[in-house]
């Protein structure tokens, strides 16, 4: 069993409507397209609380720079690293580096999304995932996609260009889906939705995400109720055989 993430910043649930490889992907999956994410909803406080399991109160980090823990609580990777799994990380916004703790992770990649645009940057860490899964043994692989939040800043949450740079991010999800030896566990998800050209309030738009499950674990139509972005790391854990952190508040969704 290996495990894979796949996180589009931003991505709004409702945005999938007519998104052709979305649609494809909900039909065999369990899935949720109401789950919750965590207040502030920033992207740097919503990915702390994927990877620790805890409300952005409790970790500390609620802006997009990075707070160091006061009372520190174990991430997904050092579980993970701990019980001798490998992760690897693909993103192209920098903040996210101080997800994991050093020598938790055995290989990393970043492009700079912000310098190389981040729809190239997408392709990039779409290409390196794809030809690092074909070849290695990892147990756990999380792969971030900056684009679309970047079109929503820009353009507008829900305008023709968000919606394009959606699109765009599911056409590298299908690339990396089909590239993916069968005993794979997908997640495909978001940090956050967005308003206008803005995010971080406690309103729907930007509090929503979507949570989709894919894989031989997973039942196809099956609903994931009372989903949060906290559940995410204690799912990986539970796929893996690896025990949760027994400070982590979310629950496995299988």
Same mark, same amino acid.
């Given at each position: ?203 729907? +738009?930007?509090? =929503? /995400?979507?949570? %989709?499950?894919?894989?031989? $674990? &997973?039942?196809? *139509?099956?609903?994931? +109720?009372?989903? =949060? /972005?906290?559940? %995410?790391?204690?799912?990986? $854990? &539970?796929?893996? *055989? ?13």
């Amino acid at each position: 069993m290996r495990t894979l993430v796949i996180l589009v910043d931003g991505m709004r649930p409702d945005a999938l409507e007519n998104i052709l490889p979305a649609q494809e992907l909900l039909s065999r999956s369990a899935y949720t397209l109401n789950a919750q994410s965590v207040m502030p909803s920033v992207t740097l406080p919503c990915h702390m609380s994927l990877f620790h399991s805890v409300d952005p109160a409790r970790h500390g980090t609620t802006t997009n720079t990075y707070a160091p823990q006061v009372r520190p609580i174990r991430g997904l990777c050092e579980i993970l690293a701990g019980s001798g799994k490998k992760c690897a990380f693909f993103y192209n916004w920098e903040e996210l580096r101080d997800l994991t703790r050093p020598g938790s992770l055995v290989f990393s990649f970043f492009c700079k999304g912000d310098v190389i645009g981040y729809d190239r940057a997408n392709q990039i860490v779409t290409d390196a995932a794809i030809d690092y899964l074909k070849t290695s043994d990892t147990d756990f692989t999380f792969i971030y996609l900056g684009h679309t939040d970047m079109a929503g800043h820009q353009y507008g949450w829900m305008s023709d260009a968000y919606m394009q740079a959606v699109e765009d991010s599911w056409i590298c999800i299908g690339r990396i889906l089909d590239s993916l030896p069968e005993d794979y566990t997908v997640i495909v998800t978001a940090d956050h939705g967005g308003h206008a050209r803005t995010h971080g309030m406690d309103i729907p +738009e930007d509090m =929503t /995400i979507p949570i %989709i499950i894919t894989g031989k $674990t &997973a039942v196809p *139509g099956q609903t994931l +109720e009372n989903a =949060t /972005i906290k559940d %995410i790391a204690p799912t990986i $854990t &539970a796929l893996l *055989g690896v025990p949760a952190d027994p400070e982590w508040e979310g629950k496995s969704l299988l």
